[in-house]
């Protein structure tokens, strides 16, 4: 997530109840975007990857996962 109070995606303020989210892994390929980009060329979530999207904030998760190091043990 990317996100500060006066945050734009592609030029226009974010819808009230969404935070502009960066798409990196999908599970559902062809899987309708509530707000399509810009163009005609990012509708679904399999085409906006690699791309940032206005996301609803009901449907976002934040969890952490930590790392450690052998050398941590």
């Not at 997530?1 to 559902?28: A, W, Y």
Request: aromatic share 4%; proline share 4%; net charge negative.
């Amino acid at each position: 997530m990317h996100n500060i109070q006066s945050d734009t995606l592609h030029g226009r303020h974010l819808p009230d109840g969404h935070l502009k989210v960066s798409v990196e892994v999908v599970v559902e390929l062809d899987a309708s975007l509530s707000i399509p980009g810009d163009d005609d060329d990012i509708m679904t979530i399999k085409d906006a990857v690699g791309t940032f999207v206005a996301w609803p904030l009901n449907l976002i998760q934040v969890s952490f996962m930590v790392c450690l190091n052998s050398s941590d043990k």
